[in-house]
């Protein structure tokens, strides 16, 4: 229990700290969101829970590909929200879209073997 209270405390004091830097510093905050520190820890903490190379290589490549279909939120969430649209509304659509683009993500992919 206390290991799985470590690994909740550490990841959510880095969120904690990219927020923080974020209110001061909207472009570094956004470079540490933009690294793959949560992702690293999850690898870190599969490694150390099950020690199985195959399950960290499909855990990073299925990263990969699921990173991809959040992107467009980046540029949809800030066009809306200069276009004079509410912040929750906008959240709401591009959560949406990422949900709808996840589903074409994984369709599109068991088209070419590729499972998730």
């Known amino acids: 229990m206390l290991y799985l209270a470590v690994k909740a405390a550490l990841s959510g004091i880095i969120i904690a700290v990219a927020s923080e830097v974020a209110n001061r510093a909207p472009a570094l905050g956004a470079l540490i969101i933009s690294l793959p520190l949560v992702s690293l820890l999850a690898i870190l903490w599969l490694w150390h829970d099950t020690g199985d190379p195959e399950r960290i290589a499909a855990h990073a490549q299925s990263t990969f590909w699921y990173v991809l279909p959040t992107l467009p ?18 959240l709401a659509v591009c959560c949406a879209l990422t949900f709808f683009l996840y589903l074409a993500t994984v369709w599109i992919l068991g088209r070419f073997g590729v499972t998730l």
């Open 73 to 90: 939120m980046f540029i949809v969430l800030p066009a809306l929200l200069r276009a004079g649209v509410g912040f929750w509304a906008a």
